[in-house]
């Protein structure tokens, strides 16, 4: 499997909007417009850095969420490394070959138009990391 790059850093909080803020003044990045992801249960802005990986903001929309366990479990913070793929069934299926476990079956409709999955933390050393196949420019 190849890596394109990392996406981004996601960060679990729980006000959106007052973050966006914060890391807006801290550091001068351009941001998207949120997005709702009904059927993920989340709120998301991208923060663009001019090089480099985004940050990603993620709050709950529900209680019933997995951010909002991650929120109630460990408050806000680092939740997710995004690494960028070329192909994310080709990459599953080889992650899947070497042992890997993920949360989902199949690849899931992600912010931007994205697909996404997310490979559980303990094959990966404690970490969730979410593979992203971006949507193909026109």
């Not at 190849?2 to 996601?10: E, L, M, P, S």
């Not at 850095?49 to 209680?63: D, I, Y």
Request: glycine share 8%.
């Amino acid at each position: 499997m190849k890596v394109i790059r990392t996406d981004h850093i996601g960060l679990a909080v729980k006000d959106l909007e007052s973050r966006q803020a914060l890391w807006q003044r801290l550091f001068g990045l351009e941001a998207s417009p949120p997005e709702v992801l009904t059927e993920r249960g989340v709120r998301v802005v991208r923060l663009e850095p001019e090089g480099g990986a985004a940050v990603e903001l993620v709050s709950p929309l529900r209680e019933d969420s997995p951010v909002s366990s991650f929120l109630r479990d460990r408050g806000e913070g680092i939740h997710h490394l995004c690494l960028e793929v070329q192909d994310l069934e080709e990459a599953m299926a080889e992650l899947r070959a070497q042992g890997a476990e993920f949360l989902q079956e199949r690849p899931q409709p992600g912010a931007e138009g994205s697909l996404i999955a997310f490979i559980h933390p303990r094959s990966c050393g404690g970490v969730l990391v979410e593979l992203r196949q971006v949507r193909k420019k026109k």
